[in-house]
């Protein structure tokens, strides 16, 4: 696979943007095509790079690795945080860091639904606040 067949956001946690607050580059997200060609320039402490699952929610918004999901089907559902193995593929973890199923099989072949309600970087706590 080639750059361009993925697509990734940027977290950059010491982005402090323009002073604006109805700017766009308030956001510590770099997203799409603009995240590619900088991609070079974010390689340095403070940054993250999370690849897209491939996968998009119920509401149309592509879903992250550290985003906080809510899984759903008719017999169950959960809170988890999207997470990738080391082989390459994305997984659902819960609050302890438990592994909580493969996400391609529980959306794909499970059909659970799914919903983004948060990421690790806008609120570090929300998976342990739900699960209490």
């Known amino acids: ?3 361009k067949d993925f697509d990734f956001r940027i977290y950059n946690e010491n982005h402090k943007g323009c002073g604006n607050k ?3 580059c308030q956001s510590k997200y770099i997203l799409g095509e603009h995240a590619k060609n900088i991609l070079s320039e974010f390689m340095d402490k403070g ?3 999370e690849l ?3 996968i998009i ?3 149309g918004k592509k879903v992250y690795e550290n985003d906080i999901v809510r899984m759903k089907s008719p017999y169950d559902c959960f ?3 999207i ?3 080391k082989e390459g593929t994305f997984y659902l973890e819960g609050k302890n860091g438990d592994y909580m199923g493969s996400l391609i099989y529980l959306v794909e072949d499970e059909a659970y639904t799914i919903e ?3 990421n690790i970087h806008e609120n570090k706590n929300l998976l342990k606040r739900i699960e209490e």
Do not use: F, P, Q, Y
Request: with cysteine; charged share 35%.
């Open 57 to 59: 929610d119920r509401n």
């Open 47 to 49: 940054v993250e790079i």
């Open 116 to 118: 983004i309600i948060g």
């Open 83 to 85: 997470s990738i193995h």
């Open 52 to 54: 897209w699952t491939r």
């Open 79 to 81: 809170i988890a945080k």
């Open 22 to 24: 109805d700017c766009k």
């Open 1 to 3: 696979m080639k750059l």
